[in-house]
């Protein structure tokens, strides 16, 4: 399974586009890319997922380059209720549903 | 119905102590999970149930013992833990192991404390 790395916090301001990066540089070719976002003594919540270019839904959009090395989670107009950690997982479902956690990004959004 | 849960809420139980966690869906899945996390830590995988019967075991000590008794439940049998093992215990479920979908729905888990 690939390694994820992704900055430990990031602080945004209500309104603002938040761009949240993640490098997988050992990505495999069957590999997806999946992120989770994860309040406070909640379960994970799955946002999105994509394989390569771009993938958007009424959440979040998801960015993969051509060499897919790395990823950008794109939250909109975020609000103070986005707050939360998030999660870049990669991996395939050869793994037998085997989901990895990286150690996330925490996520602050000021008002 | 999307929802996973998961009974009870908070749990406290000395190191002598014979507890279970359990965890309920009833979307149809037909793979469920048990994750651990700490506080500050990601997830970990501990267990996955395929068509009720258990497909990963993440090298978990035996004090943790997971059940599967259909494709709605799933039990987490403790016994003699360590306080070590205080930690959020998580469910998830998803249709299955395979596919192309990463999405798996968890519960809002349970707030295990080991004295």
């Known amino acids: 399974l690939a390694k994820t790395t992704q900055p430990i916090s990031m602080d945004s301001y209500e309104g603002q586009e938040v761009n949240i990066t993640c490098s997988h540089n050992?990505?495999?070719?069957?590999?997806?890319i999946t992120w989770y976002q994860q309040f406070p003594s909640q379960g994970p919540r799955f946002i999105i997922q994509g394989y390569k270019t771009k993938v958007t839904n009424e959440v979040a959009s998801l960015f993969i380059p051509a060499d897919r090395k790395s990823s950008t989670l794109s939250l909109p107009r975020v609000s103070l209720s986005d707050t939360a950690v998030y999660y870049c997982?990669?991996?395939?479902?050869?793994?037998?549903?085997?989901?990895?956690f990286g150690q996330g990004t925490e996520l602050s959004v000021k008002p | 119905d999307t929802e996973v849960t998961q009974t009870p809420k908070h749990l406290v139980m000395g190191m002598t102590n014979k507890k279970s966690l359990k965890c309920e869906q009833h979307?149809?899945?037909?793979?469920m999970y048990w994750y651990k996390q700490k506080a500050k830590k990601p997830p970990e995988l501990m267990f996955v149930y395929s068509y009720e019967k258990l497909s990963i075991n993440e090298s978990v000590p035996s004090r943790f013992s997971p059940e599967c008794p259909n494709s709605s439940l799933l039990n987490l049998h403790l016994h003699a833990l360590q306080p070590e093992d205080s930690a959020l215990y998580l469910c998830?479920?998803?249709?299955?192991?395979?596919?192309?979908?990463?999405?798996?729905?968890f519960g809002p888990g349970t707030r295990l404390t080991v004295t």
């Open positions: 997982l990669v991996g395939a479902w050869n793994q037998g549903g085997k989901l990895i």
């Open positions: 050992n990505i495999a070719t069957n590999d997806y």
């Open positions: 998830a479920s998803s249709q299955t192991t395979s596919g192309d979908s990463y999405e798996q729905y």
């Open positions: 979307m149809g899945h037909r793979a």
